[in-house]
């Protein structure tokens, strides 16, 4: 099991920063990867950013050189830097880990963050 905390939301002008950050406790050596998704009101979860635990580094395209994923393995927490944030960042930002136990792979997420650029 591995259980995963959000924290870092909030309200920002366009144009502004946000770093949401997202703890990680449980059976961590089982990660094999961490990511964050976000879901915008009447659209489906999409994948925002992802890293392996080698360090391997995955975007979408609309964020890619505004958005950086990083970790702090002393820390056990994933990190996502935002600038440059557009209205159409707005969405609840959740952490997802994917661990793997023997052949199996399974999905862990966090309860989710708001994230809302405006004037």
């Known amino acids: 099991q591995v259980q995963l905390v959000e924290s870092g939301g909030g309200l920002v002008q366009p144009g502004g920063s946000l770093r949401l950050s997202c703890a990680a406790s449980g059976s961590l050596s089982s990660i094999s990867a961490m990511a964050w998704y976000r879901q915008a009101p009447g659209k489906e979860r999409e994948l925002v950013a992802a890293i392996t635990t080698g360090g391997t580094t995955n975007y979408a395209d609309s964020v890619k050189g505004r958005f950086t994923i990083s970790r702090d393995n002393s820390k056990n927490t994933v990190y996502l830097q935002m600038n440059s944030l557009k209205p159409e960042d707005t969405a609840v930002y959740y952490c997802?880990?994917?661990?793997?136990?023997?052949?199996?792979?399974?999905?862990?997420w966090g309860q989710g963050t708001q994230v809302t650029v405006s004037r």
């Open positions: 997802n880990a994917v661990a793997q136990y023997y052949a199996t792979l399974y999905d862990y």
